[in-house]
């Protein structure tokens, strides 16, 4: 049988198209002319990409899409309240209105374009936007990010207990707020993947690890009654997490455990753990760590369950391998990885009966089990 040999596919590929002649025929052959044109759509995204993400950020700096939450404002009476004047604010309507973000609409008036309403019904993404002001600062010089040629990145400066302090007492609690509330609004991305794939009532008492201001937690409380839960995480997001359990008077339900994974000893008593966008931001050895003592905090059947961005998924190799890719080189620790990859660690540290879940939207978590 002829094996299907991509190699050798792409070795001819190349060879076909790096061929002038050969290229050219192609470029102006009818038969070929969509995806000629693709390519070249693409291309032109991939060059002017920043752009888009800085028309997007203008956006959502502006509370553009908020603003037009109750429908369409004539672009005048929306550049005063923006405070930019009008031939200005008409080209970031138009810009927005290209990316589909807003609608200019025939009286010179703009309205919630598609992709401005998901935004809007998604904080999270929001969120999500605001802080990437702080990723551009280091975007500027790639090369110097790939070369880590800079000790401390903008990136880096914000997620504090990346910089592998070993003193994590020396984070001051503004720092640790800053990131806990951007990971904070963005947590319903991800719970809502968790929660619509994961049957929680198999379990008796659930323990957080690196579980922030405890917001999967509150919210799985409100489904989940008569569960007992507990949140484990550095001092000073511990203390932001007791706030608000306490605000969702949810004191009875959730504990609040304060310490460091990679210092101090899990508390036991739990029959799942979860790790919710806490391994990809530390590197092979401490991931290993990690489990080891997750391992040792389960009793004898107790499931681990892990979500973050993972690759090795269809339609997830831009949002891990380029995205995270980045983004964690610039913050100076941690990479993301494939399902493939985080089973090997998980069997490494001995758990077992190791499964990936479906989810609705890879792009934004996967979802690996396993079991003590
Ligand atoms: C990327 S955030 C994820 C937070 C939360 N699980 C979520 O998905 O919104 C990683 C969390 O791990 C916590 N963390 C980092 N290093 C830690 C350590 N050594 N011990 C305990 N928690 C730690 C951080 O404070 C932060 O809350």
Not at 164 to 186: F, P, Q
Not at 226 to 237: G, I
């Amino acid at each position: 049988m002829i094996g299907f040999n991509r190699s050798g596919f792409s070795k001819i590929r190349d060879q076909f198209l790096l061929n002038d002649r050969l290229r050219k025929f192609i470029e102006n052959s009818v038969f070929f002319k969509p995806f000629v044109r693709a390519q070249a759509e693409e291309i032109f995204d991939l060059v002017s990409g920043f752009v888009y993400s800085q028309i997007l950020f203008a956006c959502v700096s502006l509370n553009l899409f908020e603003k037009l939450k109750s429908g369409p404002i004539n672009i005048k009476e929306l550049s005063v309240s923006c405070e930019i004047d009008f031939p200005e604010m008409l080209r970031l309507v138009e810009g927005a209105s290209a990316l589909g973000l807003l609608e200019k609409r025939e009286d010179e008036s703009v309205g919630l374009g598609f992709k401005g309403i998901v935004i809007l019904t998604k904080p999270s993404i929001s969120g999500l936007v605001k802080h990437h002001s702080t990723f551009y600062r280091d975007l500027i010089d790639p090369i110097s990010i790939l070369q880590r040629k800079k000790k401390i990145t903008s990136l880096g400066s914000f997620w504090p207990y990346a910089l592998d302090k070993k003193d994590i007492s020396s984070i001051s609690y503004e720092a640790a707020k800053n990131y806990s509330d951007v990971m904070s609004i963005s947590q319903p991305l991800v719970s809502e993947q968790i929660r619509s794939s994961y049957d929680f009532n198999k379990h008796q008492k659930i323990l957080d690890l690196g579980g922030g201001q405890a917001t999967f937690l509150i919210q799985l409380a409100k489904d989940h009654p008569k569960l007992k839960m507990a949140v484990f995480d550095l001092p000073q997001v511990s203390e932001m997490a007791e706030e608000k359990i306490l605000e969702a008077g949810l004191q009875d339900q959730i504990d609040v455990h304060k310490g460091s994974f990679l210092n101090d000893r899990i508390p036991i008593g739990y029959d799942l753990i979860t790790l919710i966008r806490v391994l990809y931001d530390h590197s092979d050895d401490n991931v290993s760590n990690i489990l080891h003592s997750v391992k040792k905090a389960l009793p004898r059947n107790g499931t681990l369950l892990i979500a973050e961005p993972m690759s090795g998924k269809p339609g997830t190799e831009k949002m891990s391998d380029a995205y995270f890719g980045m983004y964690l080189l610039a913050m100076g620790k941690g990479v993301p990885r494939s399902h493939k990859k985080i089973f090997h660690l998980l069997r490494k540290s001995g758990f077992s009966y190791i499964k990936s879940l479906s989810v609705t939207l890879p792009i934004q978590t996967g979802l690996i089990i396993a079991k003590h």
